[in-house]
């Protein structure tokens, strides 16, 4: 069966690659940072979720190797079998502290966090009204649930009115939206999103993957932005952006809710528990993001002078409230030549085109970092204008 299976697959790739969609990965030969070595080259990197530039964070390395040489290098079970360590519900708690909740759950990945929490709390009766340009995970998890779906328009609160009158005929009613939406880099709505959940008795979930640590004046994310800390039932993240950078998700929000969780949900019951090191790292995250907020100025300063100068050079930038910059390309095999450009002249970045974004929509993210300092800035607006030149993108 496998020689006619392996000849579908040659074909399909084989097709992707013609129409300039293969995804070709490349190979990083430092940590993680502003500055990276590629193929042997130096390269500032544009293109990483290090929001924060903690990837690389002296602190969190050695709390990492402190916690595998206090509590080992894995846990080699799930929690309900063998039960976690002291330093899991310190994590918890810390989580809990900062976005302003009741209590927290963690898991591998926010993939698993968002895969995990739909099918345990809601079910044929009950209605998941999502916006339109949430992240793959959410998608996922709301097809492993058996409620009713609604869907509405990227930050269209019309229509999301609309979805809610008629899902009025369900017994509970969940809003889920990205905080940040990661192709785009807009904020969600969310203070309109809160008046119409009060006004049509809906509950409200939250993505704050790529918002929390960037968006808000102390990082702590949508709620912040908006004053509505504590009042989102729901809030799901990752420790693999902003946070350090590494690996683990948690879910966080009201104290039944997350004990409801705890008693159904799969990748949580199934999944191993976070290893030591990765969770001793995220409590000592977390006691720099209260003990000091000059990472979140120093990003928020570099992203306002990035966008402006791209702006200013002529390149068509989606408007941004966080720390991604959509410079738009609008044709795949553009947007991979850019790229590939972009990378001779010392800049690391990615073209993302379909089925990562809609057809005819391809770009560039440029993400920017605490770590990037003003010349790396500098750096890269001048190779972005030299080769947006060379292509025929600007005058």
């Not at 530039?53 to 595998?68: H, R, W």
């Not at 693999?240 to 690996?247: C, T, V």
């Amino acid at each position: 069966m496998y020689t006619e299976f392996q000849e579908y697959l040659k074909k399909e790739l084989a097709q992707i690659d013609a129409d300039g969609l293969y995804k070709r990965e490349r190979i990083i030969e430092s940590a993680q940072g502003a500055e990276i070595m590629v193929a042997g080259k130096k390269c500032l990197n544009f293109c990483a979720n290090n929001y924060l530039g903690l990837a690389d964070n002296p602190e969190l390395i050695q709390a990492a190797k402190e916690g595998m040489d206090a509590r080992g290098f894995g846990m080699a079970s799930v929690r309900f079998i063998c039960g976690c360590q002291d330093l899991h519900k310190t994590l918890e708690k810390k989580i809990a502290d900062f976005f302003g909740t009741e209590d927290t759950i963690l898991y591998a990945a926010c993939f698993d966090a968002n895969g995990g929490v739909f099918e345990p709390l809601l079910g044929p009766d009950d209605a998941i009204i999502s916006d339109a340009l949430n992240h793959a995970s959410i998608i996922d998890g709301v097809r492993l649930c058996k409620a009713q779906r609604f869907r509405y328009a990227n930050a269209d609160m019309a229509d999301l009115e609309k979805q809610l009158q008629d899902a009025q005929k369900c017994r509970f009613r969940l809003i889920v939206t990205d905080g940040v939406f990661s192709m785009d880099g807009n904020v969600c709505p969310l203070d309109k999103i809160y008046e119409l959940a009060q006004k049509y008795n809906a509950m409200v979930m939250v993505d704050e993957s790529h918002s929390a640590g960037v968006v808000g004046k102390t990082g702590r994310g949508v709620t912040e932005h908006y004053n509505l800390r504590g009042k989102v039932e729901i809030l799901t993240g990752t420790l693999g952006k902003a946070f350090g950078g590494a690996m683990g998700g948690f879910t966080t929000g009201r104290k039944e809710i997350i004990d409801m969780l705890r008693q159904r949900s799969r990748p949580y019951l199934f999944s191993n528990s976070m290893a030591p090191g990765l969770v001793a790292a995220g409590i000592r995250m977390f006691d720099m993001m209260t003990e000091t907020n000059t990472l979140q100025d120093k990003l928020h300063a570099n992203t306002e002078y990035f966008i402006k100068k791209m702006v200013e050079a002529g390149f068509d930038c989606k408007p941004s409230q966080s720390a991604i910059c959509a410079v738009m390309l609008y044709d795949a095999p553009l947007s991979q030549k850019f790229a590939a450009k972009l990378q001779e002249e010392g800049i690391f970045v990615t073209g993302f085109y379909y089925p990562v974004v809609p057809k005819g929509q391809a770009r560039i993210r440029v993400q920017v970092s605490a770590a990037h300092e003003r010349e790396h800035l500098d750096r890269c607006i001048a190779a972005f204008t030299k080769i947006g030149k060379e292509l025929g993108i600007l005058k």
